[in-house]
T-cell receptor, first 112, second 112 residues
Framework: QKEVEQDPGPLSVPEGAIVSLNCTYSNSAFQYFMWYRQYSRKGPELLMYTYSSGNKEDGRFTAQVDKSSKYISLFIRDSQPSDSATYLCAMSSYTGGFKTIFGAGTRLFVKA | DVKVTQSSRYLVKRTGEKVFLECVQDMDHENMFWYRQDPGLGLRLIYFSYDVKMKEKGDIPEGYSVSREKKERFSLILESASTNQTSMYLC???????????FGPGTRLTVL
């Protein structure tokens, strides 16, 4: 079993839809939870990160962490064609040193 | 803005060749990382460095080595390239641990 599971998609939605992207994980020691966006032929870029449980909002993006369920989510409101990309979840723990575990990524298409 | 640059976007090499991939960051980050990214497998850590001349093995170091002679530069070396090293190679840097890494654009390496 992988430490981090993420549905690869593809997920296709119409412009303006609310998008929900999710990851599950097995290591209860994870404390830092991140979402990266990767456009085609580019490197990942950090969208948001949260520490421990709870919600964090940044513009149209909201990250949620439920440590009791070992489940994290990224919501995108009013999705735009420019949001079409692969979204990677990632997580790390202090005790894990410098290692971050990445999900395989979910490919999102937002249709105009 | 943090900038991480990689020496080549695309590279084609032959089996058995020694390959050098270079990465430079301009934000005075202590930590630098090398990953490879393969479809369905996500990002896998090859090596990381938390200080000049310091390096640590990641999850898949076999067949690779690294060099960090200066703080801003982290090189990945494929000692004798093999076809199973055909992949996208991503370099990243971070200020604090492995949280919030900044990635370069990637080098797509093909080994024939």
């Amino acid at each position: 079993q992988k430490e981090v599971e993420q549905d690869p998609g593809p997920l296709s939605v119409p412009e303006g839809a609310i998008v929900s992207l999710n990851c599950t994980y097995s290591n209860s020691a994870f404390q830092y939870f991140m979402w990266y966006r990767q456009y085609s032929r580019k490197g990942p870029e950090l969208l948001m990160y949260t520490y421990s449980s709870g919600n964090k909002e940044d513009g149209r993006f909201t990250a949620q962490v439920d440590k009791s369920s070992k489940y994290i989510s990224l919501f995108i409101r009013d999705s735009q064609p420019s949001d079409s990309a692969t979204y990677l979840c990632a997580m790390s723990s202090y005790t894990g040193g410098f290692k971050t575990i990445f999900g395989a990524g979910t490919r999102l298409f937002v249709k105009a | 803005d943090v900038k991480v640059t990689q020496s080549s976007r695309y590279l084609v090499k032959r089996t058995g060749e020694k390959v050098f991939l270079e990465c430079v960051q301009d934000m005075d980050h202590e930590n630098m990382f090398w990953y490879r990214q393969d479809p369905g497998l996500g990002l896998r850590l090859i090596y990381f460095s938390y200080d000049v001349k310091m390096k640590e093995k990641g999850d898949i170091p076999e067949g690779y080595s690294v060099s960090r002679e200066k703080k801003e530069r982290f090189s990945l070396i494929l000692e004798s390239a093999s076809t199973n090293q055909t992949s996208m190679y991503l370099c990243a840097s971070s200020l604090s641990g492995s949280v919030g890494q900044f990635f370069g654009p990637g080098t797509r390496l093909t080994v024939l």
